[in-house]
Structure formats: structure tokens, C-alpha cells
């Protein structure tokens, strides 16, 4: 009876297996991540990278009524950043983002640390909480338009009423921007809440009550525990919110259309008009190019941050 080399080299105690079994099982475990990959590459490259080439495309030629013509270069990125409202669309984004940011991201944590902080009736409260952010933007902007409405609205009613007469804020610039930020602000709050929430939930409750021991109040417990804890969440809670409202249109839309005399155009306010009211889609593609660098300098920023703070 022959012997092969392989048995000889794992002697006689050694099972017989097969030298190629190995690779054939690694092989079989590459094909079934292949079976999880290529599907999440497939959507990823029809609905990230193809919108973002075909906008990249249209930014380098001329258009004319959704119709793409000649090769054009960078003359409509240099018609974007030559514009003179092109300023004034810009402050209007980091007014209606940051004003916003400022409101929500506070009532968001103090709506988390209340919540967190209820014993009876949790799930109740957090319902009302959420309200708001389950209704669409759209249905945010229709309501807050009817309430502040200056012909029948019932905000002219009250100020009516009180001697101040009707409410028409929609119609001067620095109102109509104030209102759609508070809008906004109202609007998106609880999804910092949600975050926030979750993340206080992970606080050792031993931390809290070794505080009470040594004698420290509310104030100590929110400054020596809640916020080193909250300190990546508020991080990523802050990017979200700039992203959210850097792109966000349909509150706008709603409300003022990027009205009065533009003072509400923020740059996603210009892009949609720019696509469907000015049919310039080379200019809205650039204008989207722009949005889409300032999302990725936020993204980085957050990730800086917290490589920093995991050092």
C-alpha cells in the first residue's frame, strides 16, 4: 500500500485532510461578502457617485432647459463666485444655519436631560416632544404660514387684539429670515433631543450618586458629568444640524420662496430656484458643487475633532 508525501509529513496520528480545503473554504466565505458587497456598491454608485458626476458634467457645459450643450470649462463656477448676490446668499446660510444651530441645539439638550431625569410617564412626554420632527417640513411650513398669515392668522388675532396690529412678518427681510430660522429651530430640535437622549442613557448612574454623596448639586452634576460625557454627541449632534439645515429647502420653499428681495435664498434656496425657476442648470449644478465642498469641510471637521478627543 503506497503512502502519499502528505500523510508522511503529518504522520501517522494526524487526520487525513485535504491540502486545498483551506482555500476552498476561503474562497467560498470571499464569494458570500461578495453577495453582501456588491448590491451596497451597486446603490451606493446609483445614488451617490452617478447624481454626483452627472452634476459635475452639467456644471462643465452649457445648458438650456434641462438640455446639456457644448463643453463650457469653469465659466460657470466663475459666474457663480462673480455673482454679487452670491454674498448675500451665503450670509443668509450662515445666519439661518447658525441661528438655528444656536436654538435647537440647547432646547434639544435640556428636552434630553428632562426627559432623562422622568420616572413616570416618559414615553408620554417623549411623544409630545417628538411631534414636531414626525410631521414633514412641509406641513411645518404650511402651519407656521396660516399662523402667522396677517389677513386671518390667529398670531394677527392675538397682536390685533393686544394693540399691535397684524403680524405680516413674511414681508420685511430680517423678519422673514427670523421666522424661518425659528421655524426651522422648532422644526428639527427633537432630533437633537433623540441624540442626546441616548447618550445620557450611557452615563454610569454611580457617577451621579457618589456626586450627591460628596455634596455637589444640579449645576456640579451637569459640568462634571453630563457635558465630559455629551462631548462627542454634542460634536456629532452639531455636524448633523449644519448639514441638515446647510441643504434644507422645503421650509423655505413654503414659507417665502427665498423671499422678500432674497433675504431667505440660502445657497440649497439657490439652487432650486436657479433649476426651476431659472431653468440655469449648469449654475445650479456649480452652486450644488459648493454645497456639497462645504458639507465635506464639516464632515472633517467633526472627525478632527473626535480623533482629538480619543487621543
Known amino acids: 500500500m503506497s503512502i502519499t508525501s502528505s500523510q508522511r509529513t503529518q504522520g501517522p496520528d494526524a487526520p487525513p485532510t485535504s491540502s486545498n480545503a483551506p482555500v476552498i473554504r476561503h474562497r467560498r466565505e470571499d464569494r458570500r461578502i461578495w453577495l453582501y458587497v456588491l448590491p451596497v ?4 454608485l446609483f445614488v451617490f457617485i452617478g447624481p454626483l458626476f452627472y452634476t459635475g458634467w452639467t456644471a462643465l457645459h452649457e445648458t438650456r432647459y434641462y438640455q446639456i450643450g457644448e463643453f463650457s470649462g469653469l465659466n460657470s463656477f ?14 443668509s446660510t450662515l445666519v439661518f444655519s447658525l441661528g438655528a444651530l444656536v436654538i435647537a441645539l440647547p432646547a434639544g439638550l435640556l428636552s434630553a436631560i428632562v426627559l432623562n431625569g422622568l420616572h ?29 398669515n396677517p389677513n386671518f392668522g390667529p398670531a394677527t388675532a392675538i397682536t390685533t387684539s393686544l394693540g399691535l396690529g397684524p403680524t405680516d412678518v413674511f414681508s420685511s427681510p430680517a423678519t422673514a429670515l427670523l421666522a424661518v430660522t425659528l421655524i426651522t429651530a422648532w422644526w428639527s430640535y427633537p432630533q437633537a433631543m433623540l441624540l442626546f437622549l441616548g447618550a445620557l442613557q450611557t452615563i454610569p448612574e454611580e457617577l451621579r450618586e457618589s456626586l450627591k454623596v460628596d ?8 459640568v462634571n458629568i453630563t457635558l465630559p460625557f455629551l462631548r462627542n454627541t454634542i460634536v456629532s449632534v452639531v ?44 449654475g445650479a449644478s456649480s452652486t450644488a458643487i459648493l454645497l456639497f465642498a462645504i458639507n465635506i469641510i464639516l464632515t472633517l471637521v467633526a472627525i478632527r475633532f473626535r480623533r482629538k478627543e480619543s487621543l
Open 215 to 222: 455634596g455637589g448639586g444640579v449645576w456640579h452634576d451637569f
Open 120 to 148: 413616570r410617564f416618559k414615553r408620554s412626554v417623549r411623544s409630545l416632544f417628538l411631534l414636531t420632527w414626525l410631521m414633514s417640513q412641509a406641513t411645518a411650513g404650511t402651519i407656521w404660514l396660516w399662523f402667522l
Open 239 to 282: 455636524v448633523v444640524l449644519l448639514m441638515l439645515y446647510v441643504q434644507m429647502v422645503t421650509i423655505i420653499l413654503v414659507t417665502t420662496r427665498g423671499g422678500p428681495l432674497g433675504a431667505t435664498e440660502t445657497l440649497s434656496m439657490r439652487v432650486y430656484n436657479q433649476t426651476f425657476n431659472d431653468f440655469n442648470l449648469s
Open 78 to 91: 466663475v459666474e457663480l463666485f462673480t455673482d454679487p448676490d452670491l454674498p448675500r446668499s451665503i450670509r
Open 41 to 44: 456598491s451597486a446603490v451606493f
